[in-house]
């Protein structure tokens, strides 16, 4: 029994670290469909998002973002299909004035995030979840950050979901094609940073099975980077 016991208390010991975000332009007062479904009818290829550095509380690696459907409810089950590609840079930008020319806004440490599909089953409330295949490490000592959405072969969800934003000091955005888009100063989508990897314990079954009747216990270790 004192082994088993042992054995519990070294499982426990594990850490489960979720993710540390860090929300920028929250609370919510407002809504929007572009870039992530709505882009197609738009005609929006290419968005930018511009964060003030003071929205950071210091130098930190980000692993992922989220996005979040909380203030309207359209009904949408599915999002649309394409490849989105998020990339994130220090930018001299400001969120009240980003420049209408994209490559203006984008930092010489221009680094891709994630490229790939969003598609997914869908219901309000959800959160999307854009888990990194790098990470980037930002400092807000060194600028602004600025987030780059490049949008190819998009299909539509119907109804569109829309996704929480806000009027806010802390946020501007460019987008629309070609080169150059239109500018909305102190306003963009509200935007979670992942700003820590998770490490996860994940018991077999049968190890639980042994476990409860006093023979041992076995685990297994999963360790997920975002």
């Not at 929250?26 to 809504?31: D, Y």
């Not at 511009?50 to 979040?68: E, K, N």
């Amino acid at each position: 029994m004192k082994r088993i016991l042992v054995l519990l208390l070294l499982c426990a010991a594990v850490a489960i670290n979720a993710s540390a975000d860090v929300v920028v332009g929250g609370p919510p007062n407002s809504n929007n469909c572009i870039p992530l479904t709505c882009s197609n009818a738009f005609g929006v290829t290419t968005y930018q998002q511009v964060y003030s550095a003071g929205a950071f509380g210091g130098a930190t690696t980000i692993y992922g973002l989220d996005f979040y459907n909380t203030v309207v409810n359209s009904g949408s089950t599915q999002l649309g299909t394409g490849t989105y590609s998020f990339y994130l840079s220090t930018s001299s930008a400001s969120p009240g004035a980003p420049s209408a020319t994209y490559s203006n806004n984008i930092g010489g440490d221009n680094t891709l995030l994630f490229s790939g599909s969003i598609a997914q089953p869908w219901a309000f409330g959800d959160t999307l979840d854009i888990a990194g295949t790098n990470s980037f490490t930002y400092n807000p000592l060194n600028g602004n950050l600025v987030l780059t959405v490049l949008i190819s072969g998009s299909t539509d969800p119907v109804p569109f979901t829309f996704f929480d934003a806000s009027s806010s000091s802390d946020l501007g955005r460019v987008y629309g094609s070609g080169t150059s888009g239109y500018t909305n100063g102190d306003y963009g989508l509200v935007t979670g940073f992942d700003t820590s990897s998770e490490t996860t314990v994940t018991p077999e079954p049968a190890s639980l099975l042994l476990l409860s009747s006093g023979i041992g216990l076995v685990g297994m270790l999963k360790r997920r980077f975002r």
